[in-house]
């Protein structure tokens, strides 16, 4: 076992919140910090100089965590097994430096001013007998004021292509009306929008609906961030989601945060080291972090301050994986709140249409390229008569089509066989003639839903797995079929020849694709009796641990995550910066 | 009620699939080698750390430019295209050629499946690696009941027969099994109902016996299907082992990916995928303008892909640029 000279931060993941730390906290300072990463290094140039290998990154998933030595296991009710992910399914955490950031699709929100007040906002307008009882969503801590400074800097640092819809109040064209203000227009334009993007948005104006260009973290030209990272805009080459950009366009930890961190000379990144436990003294505090490296040496890393920061699932296992005399449940668990609030993303196609005379060049641009309504987002519309709440994002079809994956099921619906002479004929005729209208929807936090260690299986360090236990209740499935009916109307305006429709949520499975959403178990809230951190992430039981990321969210909007991760990390880095290290070990 | 099929991908495009497969032996030695190529840049492959640098990112050596062409992150492709069969028997591939013949058929002049090498893909795919992609292999397994817990084994997982589809890939065989087996079972269900091998019998009834092998996995996953109760547990009972469904939705997976993967997995003859579909393949870029009016790009396999090279030194922040500091892998 090898000790370490004490830093003061260590980190557990080197994706999107750590290297926003070492971003923001170590050019200033005299600090030191170390990241601990459990995949490879990896550069734009030239590990993605040369990766348009569908099979290998889309379906082999090269960038993804190796299930082989370490997974998740899934129920879907306390009652039922569970099971190991023993391949890639419903969610793609990735590894390697720059985290799933590098292979991330770059959907770019802001959450919505509501979204912060889930709990408060549907009691005040729909009455606390509107929400179930199994139903366990809470406001957050703060609110869409206070983390609007820091969405504001995050996306001037990523170089953000959107295109502004509320201006200090002022409702502009074109943009998202349903947006909270913002100070300051995106800082780049919107990425070109496709054929279908077009069509899509032409039938939502059609409608009085109000589509607007999805905001990326993908530019559309050339732009120098305030850390003098120069790039270039993105060329629509269609090999994005689960690629690393070969040109940078795409933003990551590579092309942003790490280069300044790396900068100060004071921030080590390790790679291929897996972290087994955080290390406590008698009193609770935290004393740094037990790791292995690619060879299988144990080292100890101390630090002053332990800030988990790898992927939602694996930041609640390492709090739970850390028990000892002082907290016999793990860290954050001294009041049973780790685990709580696990929630997830609806994102299906409910409608799909062929036209018999128009091709789209689907495998073209990205998947931001195209267009999103939030008219059936969040409580943007009315629920009094509904038997739901919450909503979702309705968009058209993206880019970046790949064979492979789309040819497995795109004919669906359309065929009665995805097999044989009118199969292959039909897929030769028609394969960038099919196109959906999708649904992101919103995730309640339910009791029955929860993460805890798995009792049986082992990764390949005889470390228990965190066990998901996860599944959709009434709630999602009437959002569903009311989401469907309007993706039908917003379908049939864009005139297709023929429509298939899937009008029910099925049950949740985890084999199938949705997103790399899972969010909550390690949630933020106001009270030590609701909540493991406090606004911060900073564990409200052991206050020199921090939580990044996605975990901390009480229950999932209908948005892509990444945005607020950023702004949050940001913020928790200012405050470590300019306030922890002034009275160490004290909340925040 | 039929599950929606078209699957977004975060946000926009199409869907995941059933998985299969891990690390090949061939990226088994290429990471023995990384690792020994960083212990001589930093002297500290073993430790694996680089606590004593001055900061910097753990790192592999820096490869020259000619290096590009080789993806270091496992699964890798293989470095050419296969030639002969090296998993399956001569009777395995002719009767996989016979069911290819009916999932995507096809001519000399509309190529199928058999016409693009599928079966060389699929050969290629069983042959290299266990797992083409990464897979937890480690017990316990599950088991299926139809009513009671108690049928189980001891040292099995026991899963409701209707639920086990939503887990995914649970099989404690690899594919190399599956399809061996698999086959085999194929060949005595053929010579059940019809009392010859399946590659002899005619098309339609070719055709007739993968309706049964799909009808059957799709009945577990609670859909309706036009083939009856007793003909599905009458191919459940011959093909034994191995379950019927999963066996023909493997078969199926693996066809397209050999239809339209690379042509340097060994499938994809002469590009014949990618131009049935019009896909022009691995491309640097399109414009705005092709994304409204298409493009004149012709289908292009990956190795006549130019190496770009976007931001070399000259302006601002090497930012794209590895290595920076720092030695050894960690």
Redesign the interface.
Known sequence: MRRHDPVDIVTIGGGMSASILASQILPPTSLRMVSLEQGPAQWTYPDFAHNHDSLRFRNRYAMMQDLSQTTWTWRPDARSPALPYRQFGSFHPGEGLGGSMVHWTAVMWRFLPDDFRYRSLNEERYGADRIPDEMTTQDWPIGYEELEPYYDQLEYDMGVSGRAGNLGGQILAGGNPFEGHRRRPYPNPPLARSKFGRLFAGACEGLDLHPFPTPAGILSQGYTDPYGNTRAGCLYCGFCTRYGCEVGAKTSPLTTWLPPALDTGRYDVRTGCRVLRIETADDGRATGVRYVDSAGEEHVQPAEVVVCSAFTLENVRMLLLSRGDAHPDGIGNDRGQVGRNYTYQIIQSPAKGLWEDETFNFYMGNGCTNAQIYDYNADNFDHSDLDFLGGAAISGQAGQREPISSSMSLLSGFTDRQWGAEWKSMLGRSWDRVGSVNIQGDSPAYAGNFLDLDPTYKDAWGVPMLRITFDWRENERNMYRFLAARCEEVLRAMNPDRVTVSPELGSYRIDQYQSTHPTGGAIMGRDPGESVTNSYGQVWDTPNVFVTGAALYPQNPGANPSGTVGALALRTAEAIRDRYFSAPGELL | ???????????????????????TRRSVLRSLSL?SGAGLVGGT???????D????????GR?G?D???Q???????PEEAPDEFRFLTDEEARLLEAVLA?????DDGDP?AVQMGVARYIDGKLADAT????????G?F?SAYEESPDEVERDQ????AD?L??????DSRPPQDVYRLGLAALDRYAQTRFGRLFADLAPERR?GI??VL?DHGRRGEGDTVPTSDTVLDQAGEVFGAVDPGGFFAMV??DM??G????PV?GGNRNLA??Q?????G???????Q???H??DKQPRP?HE?P??????PG????????????SG??
């Open positions: 009620m039929t599950a929606p099929e078209t699957r977004p991908d975060e946000t926009g495009d199409d869907p995941a699939t059933q998985p299969r497969a891990a690390v690792i492959a073993l430790a694996g750390c680089t606590p640098s001055p900061g910097g990112v753990a790192t592999r490869p430019d290096d590009v062409h993806p270091e992150r496992p699964p890798l492709p009916r999932l995507a058929p096809g199928g797992y083409a992609e990464p897979t937890y292999t480690h316990p599950a997982v026991p899963v409701a639920q589809y939503r887990y995914g890939y649970q055709d993968l309706v799909e199926r997976e397209i990916e239809m339209f993967a690379d997995y995928g990618w049935l579909i019009g896909w022009p691995a491309q640097r870029s399109y414009s705005p092709e994304m409204l298409g493009t990956m892909l190496v770009m090279n976007p931001d070399r302006g601002g922040r090497q930012a794209l640029e590895r290595p920076r500091t720092g892998e960690g």
